[in-house]
């Protein structure tokens, strides 16, 4: 994706969560905007990096997890809820923690699938999830792997005085590569819980899967 289109993506987003929040400001019991609200987060969560797009993905949750409280029949809610549990769980190295959020995402995933049985997304979503685990024992190690060859290569490059080469770690590039690419499984299909009472005009395509 080019800068125009994922500046595009930024400021549908970054609209449809600011209309979600003043709908909820009008009204405390509007799940729907509470959803609208929790999904432009979790997909602005990618323009963001470090803590704060950690922080972002955990207010999602927060805002997700209050309006299944306030209406526990929608899909939409639980499917959203769905992937901003796999997201914390691709986020911790954890593999125990992350499986505990891979189960809950899988729990969210069902409940849709059950509640709106002709979606096939929701299934494969039930299907996909089982495969995370794996999933993310492949990512870390693929980032230790990066993260030992990048601290081989500064020590070959270092200088004696101790400055360095000027060179910018890629590390941390790499973990939110990781981070990206699981804010946005499924999260193109999420535009389905933003477009209700959202932005008139469609984000640009979801990013490809890396």
Known sequence: MDGGEDMQRLMFFEQAREQAQRAYERDGTDAAALTRWGGALLELAHFRQGDEARDMIKEAVKKLETALKLDDSRSETLWCLGNAY???GFLVSSSQTAKDFFRKASGCFE???ELDPDN????????MTKKAPELHAQLHAQMRAQQEEETASAGAFRV????GDGRKSQS????WDIAGWVTLIGLGMGVMALSK???AAAPPPPMPLK
Do not use: L
């Open 120 to 127: 096939d997304v929701y299934h494969k979503a039930v299907e």
């Open 172 to 175: 941390t590039d790499f973990w």
């Open 160 to 163: 004696p005085d101790g400055g």
């Open 111 to 113: 409940k849709a699938s």
């Open 86 to 88: 796999t997201s914390e």
């Open 197 to 199: 009472n959202g932005p």
